[in-house]
């Protein structure tokens, strides 16, 4: 079955960095785009970062030039590099990923970002 998981979260002062980490298995990980999530509070859940079988990335504005996603498929993993965080950065941060038409998500890592 497909299953994904998620960590790396936890609390930060403004101005660091954190690096997410997401565990795939259950399909063939290398072949799959891969995405990350986030909702804060009181929010709608964002796409913001993407990566395709063949590495391309794409990323919200609100993160661009922050945020570095890229995968090791070798090690099934995908990873999310915060840097420069915000306060507006808190949020739990989930990992997508549609290996046979439909979305799967894993359990989510809070990060907290303070000022």
């Known amino acids: 079955q497909v299953q994904l998981v998620e960590s790396g979260g936890g609390l930060v002062q403004a101005g660091g960095s954190l690096r997410l980490s997401c565990a795939g298995s259950?399909?063939?990980?290398?072949?799959?785009?891969m995405d990350w999530y986030r909702q804060a509070p009181g929010k709608q859940r964002e796409l913001i970062a993407s990566?395709?079988?063949?590495?391309?990335?794409n990323y919200a504005d609100s993160v661009k030039g922050r945020f570095t996603i890229s995968r090791d498929n070798a090690k099934n993993t995908l990873y999310l590099q915060m840097n420069s965080l915000k306060p507006e950065d808190t949020a739990v941060y989930y990992c997508n990923a549609s290996p046979f038409g439909r979305p799967y998500w894993g359990q989510g890592t809070q990060v907290t970002v303070s000022s």
């Open positions: 990566i395709t079988s063949l590495g391309a990335t």
């Open positions: 259950g399909f063939i990980f290398s072949i799959n785009a």
